[in-house]
C-alpha cells in the first residue's frame, strides 16, 4: 500500500513574515519549494484575525499550487463566502478563538451540525472536498459523516504531546479506533496536529490513513537545514514508518 501524502502547513512561514509586516519571508515561495522537494499539497489556515496568512497569500497559491490546496478555516460567513470565491482543492474546518496560540482541539461537530451542513452545502456547489479536523471521539466521526464530510482529519495533538508510555499507548489507540471508524463510514482520514519526525510513523502506518498534514516540525527544521531538505527528510521518515509497538 502506497504511504499517506504529506501536505505542508506553511502557516509559520507567515508567521515569521508577519513579525515585522514586511514581505519575506514568503509563504507562496516557500510552498513553491515545499512542492519542489515532493511534497503532495500546501496547506494554509486563514485567521479570521489574519495573525499569519493573508488574504494575498491565499490568492496567489490558488493560482500557483501545482498539487493541492487545503484551507483550514472556521466556520463562520466571511470564510465561507471567501473559500467559494476563491476554490481552494479542499476546506478543512477547524475551530478558532482569537486568544489561542494555534488550534487546540478538533471541531465540536455535534454542536454545530446545521452551520457545518449548510456550509457542506455551498462547497458541494462549487466543487469544493470538505473535510472537518475532529478529535479521536467516535460521535464526532459519525457526526461529520452526518453533516456531509467527504474527509476526516483526525487531532493528534494529544498523542503528539504525550510522555508517559502508558498516556502514549493510550492516546495512539483512540487515534486508531477512530480512524477503522471512518474508514468503515467510507470516509477518507487525514491526521495531523503536533506531528514531527519521530512520532509520524505509527501514524502514517495506519492502512487508511491517506493524507497528513503537517506544518510546524518542517518549518522548524528548514530553520536549520533549509526547506526543501526538511520536507524531503518528512517524506522519508514516512516512507518508513513501523508500526506501533505496545509496551
Known amino acids: 500500500m502506497a504511504p499517506p501524502?504529506?501536505?505542508?502547513?506553511?502557516?509559520?512561514?507567515?508567521?515569521?513574515?508577519?513579525?515585522?509586516?514586511?514581505?519575506?519571508?514568503?509563504?507562496?515561495?516557500?510552498?513553491?519549494?515545499?512542492?519542489?522537494?515532493?511534497?503532495?499539497?500546501?496547506?494554509?489556515?486563514?485567521?479570521?484575525?489574519?495573525?499569519?496568512?493573508?488574504?494575498r497569500d491565499l490568492e496567489i497559491l490558488r493560482r500557483t499550487v501545482k498539487t493541492r490546496l487545503n484551507l483550514e478555516m472556521a466556520v463562520t460567513q466571511e470564510m465561507i463566502r471567501i473559500a467559494c470565491d476563491i476554490r481552494p482543492d479542499i476546506v478543512t474546518l477547524v475551530p478558532e478563538r482569537p486568544e489561542e496560540i494555534t488550534t487546540e482541539g478538533g471541531l465540536n461537530v455535534l454542536h454545530n451540525k446545521d452551520s457545518i451542513r449548510n456550509a457542506a452545502n455551498l462547497f458541494a456547489e462549487h466543487e469544493i472536498e470538505l473535510s472537518i479536523f475532529v478529535d479521536p471521539d467516535l460521535d464526532q466521526i459519525k457526526a461529520a459523516r452526518e453533516v456531509g464530510a467527504k474527509v476526516v482529519e483526525i487531532n493528534t495533538g494529544r498523542y503528539?504531546?504525550?510522555?508517559?508510555?502508558?498516556?502514549?499507548?493510550?492516546?495512539?489507540?483512540?487515534?486508531?479506533?477512530?480512524?477503522?471508524?471512518?474508514?468503515?463510514?467510507?470516509?477518507?482520514?487525514?491526521?495531523?496536529?503536533?506531528?514531527?519526525?519521530?512520532?509520524?510513523?505509527?501514524?502514517?502506518?495506519?492502512?487508511?490513513?491517506?493524507?497528513l498534514n503537517i506544518g510546524h516540525s518542517i518549518i522548524s527544521?528548514?530553520?536549520?537545514?533549509?526547506?526543501?531538505r526538511a520536507v524531503r527528510e518528512m517524506i522519508q521518515a514516512i516512507r518508513e514508518a513501523q508500526p506501533y509497538e505496545t509496551t
Do not use: M
Open 5 to 55: 501524502k504529506l501536505s505542508v502547513n506553511v502557516d509559520h512561514i507567515a508567521t515569521v513574515r508577519e513579525a515585522r509586516k514586511i514581505q519575506q519571508p514568503d509563504p507562496v515561495l516557500a510552498a513553491g519549494l515545499a512542492e519542489l522537494a515532493g511534497a503532495d499539497g500546501i496547506t494554509i489556515h486563514l485567521r479570521g484575525d489574519r495573525r499569519h496568512i493573508q488574504d
Open 221 to 228: 527544521r528548514a530553520v536549520i537545514v533549509g526547506l526543501e
Open 160 to 211: 503528539c504531546e504525550a510522555r508517559q508510555s502508558a498516556e502514549i499507548e493510550r492516546e495512539y489507540q483512540y487515534i486508531n479506533d477512530a480512524i477503522r471508524l471512518a474508514g468503515k463510514l467510507r470516509l477518507a482520514v487525514a491526521a495531523g496536529h503536533g506531528l514531527d519526525y519521530k512520532n509520524v510513523g505509527p501514524i502514517a502506518y495506519i492502512p487508511e490513513v491517506r493524507e
